[in-house]
T-cell receptor
Framework: ETGVTQSPTHLIKTRGQQVTLRCSSQSGHNTVSWYQQALGQGPQFIFQYYREEENGRGNFPPRFSGLQFPNYSSELNVNALELDDSALYLC??????????????FGNGTRLTVT | AQSVAQPEDQVNVAEGNPLTVKCTYSVSGNPYLFWYVQYPNRGLQFLLKYITGDNLVKGSYGFEAEFNKSQTSFHLKKPSALVSDSALYFCAVRDSVNNDMRFGAGTRLTVKP
């Protein structure tokens, strides 16, 4: 069973630039979520994709956008980077069920530093 | 909105002693509660979950959690701590409206030899 993989592991960008982070879901999972974890804090929900459509979004501005592909892999795009975007970005996948008891399976994250 | 709170930033225990990491929740409707652990420079790993049923939930690595509806708590426990249990622990609740998982701020557990 292949777990969730993210790339790159580290990234340094300049304020105002754009960034794309990538994620491959765990095999058999059809739902992918993205979280932002600032230093010393818990993960904050950015959005979730199911069947290639966004079906849930947290309190993040539109410059945070995403895609889910037919093979359930996903991208997180952030435009007009700000210093406060510096964080660990976590991708998580799960199998969507009618109940809500399926746990998230996380990748190891991408550490983004904005200077 | 659903939320969880972890009242302790840091918990220190001696190896071999029992450990408890506290979590309280605030939900409307049935709570779907989870515990995750995070090691340095890694993603979160699922430990256990409460959906319905027995109030004592058993999970990975010898951890268990006790669901208490009257106290709205879901404390993580282990009878005998190991040095390798030292990590950051997160309590979380599923928000069925937004389809997201809401995490607490985390508790850093340090187990000393």
């Amino acid at each position: 069973e292949t777990g969730v993989t993210q790339s790159p592991t580290h990234l340094i960008k300049t304020r105002g630039q754009q960034v794309t982070l990538r994620c491959s879901s765990q095999s058999g999972h059809n739902t992918v979520s993205w979280y932002q974890q600032a230093l010393g804090q818990g993960p904050q929900f950015i959005f979730q994709y199911y069947r290639e459509e966004e079906n849930g979004r947290g309190n993040f501005p539109p410059r945070f956008s995403g895609l889910q592909f037919p093979n359930y892999s996903s991208e997180l795009n952030v435009n007009a980077l700000e210093l406060d975007d510096s964080a660990l970005y976590l991708c998580a996948s799960r199998q969507m069920t009618r109940t809500y008891n399926s746990p998230l399976h996380f990748g190891n994250g991408t550490r983004l530093t904005v200077t | 909105a659903q939320s969880v709170a972890q009242p302790e930033d840091q918990v220190n225990v001696a190896e071999g002693n029992p450990l408890t990491v506290k979590c309280t929740y605030s939900v409307s409707g049935n709570p779907y509660l989870f515990w995750y652990v995070q090691y340095p420079n890694r993603g979160l790993q699922f430990l256990l979950k409460y959906i319905t049923g027995d109030n004592l939930v058993k999970g990975s690595y010898g951890f268990e959690a006790e669901f208490n509806k009257s106290q709205t708590s879901f404390h993580l426990k282990k009878p005998s701590a190991l040095v390798s249990d030292s990590a950051l622990y997160f309590c979380a609740v599923r928000d069925s409206v937004n389809n997201d998982m809401r995490f607490g701020a985390g508790t850093r557990l340090t187990v000393k030899p």
